[in-house]
């Protein structure tokens, strides 16, 4: 049990593309869910936490007009990076986790995302 | 906020042999630390957690231990086995919280 579905795996666009990425949980209701960035050979970076129906809560340094978090179901959470450059180029990964004391968080499997 | 240091960051051992990893955490009140092992280009998989009123856990070749008091928990790897070479993430959590992953620790068994 316990799977999230994060889609797509892998982008390549043009810059000045919005890319929009998908996380679903499938057999849970994730009343959490954790966006990530993670550079080559480095830690898991949160971008932002999210709680379904409410705004995402942004980590320091992260702009919320760039990378816009909808979190409208207990199953589905999307990051969309809007006017991407190559610096956003990165792997970004979800998580998501349920109510309840120390629930562990379960990881999507990443989206590769290479602008050109 | 929450540090979290881990250490080393690489880590080479002998097929066979034990592999331990240590982190410490600074903020008193985190009560959750989970153990990720990630392979390249895949998600962190959960392979072990401890909460905060246990010391110590074990499953099969994997154990965790807590020192509250202290503030630092380890992973040790029994008869490591080289489908065991991967990057290996701590982290710290209060409650329901966000959590604070440690810099990672990249282990090579060798055979």
């Known amino acids: 049990g316990a799977v999230v579905s994060q889609h797509p795996s892998w982008v390549i666009c043009k810059s000045g593309t919005s890319v929009k990425i998908e996380c679903r949980s499938l057999d849970f209701q994730a009343t959490t869910m954790f966006w990530y960035r993670q550079f080559p050979k480095q830690s898991l970076m949160l971008m932002a936490t999210s709680n379904e129906g409410s705004k995402a809560t942004y980590e320091q340094g992260v702009e919320k007009d760039k990378f816009l978090i909808n979190h409208a179901s207990l199953t589905l959470s999307t990051l969309t990076v809007t006017s991407a450059h190559p610096e956003d180029s990165s792997f970004y990964i979800c998580?998501?986790?349920?109510?309840?004391?120390?629930?562990?968080?379960?990881f999507g499997d990443g989206t590769r995302l290479s602008i050109l | 906020g929450e540090n979290v240091e881990q250490h080393p960051s690489t880590l080479s051992v002998q097929e066979g042999d034990s592999a331990v990893i240590k982190c410490t955490y600074s903020?008193?009140?985190?009560?959750?630390f989970p153990w990720y092992k990630q392979e390249l280009g895949k998600r962190p998989q959960l392979i072990i957690d401890i909460r905060s009123n246990v010391g110590e856990k074990k499953d099969q070749r994997i154990a965790v231990t807590l020192n509250k008091t202290a503030k630092h928990f380890s992973l040790h790897i029994t008869e490591t086995q080289p489908e065991d070479s991967a990057v290996y993430f701590c982290?710290?959590?209060?409650?329901?919280?966000?959590?604070?992953f440690g810099d990672g620790t990249t282990l090579t068994v060798k055979p």
């Open positions: 998580s998501a986790t349920t109510n309840g004391f120390n629930q562990p968080q379960h």
């Open positions: 903020d008193s009140a985190s009560n959750y």
């Open positions: 982290a710290a959590r209060v409650n329901a919280g966000k959590s604070t």
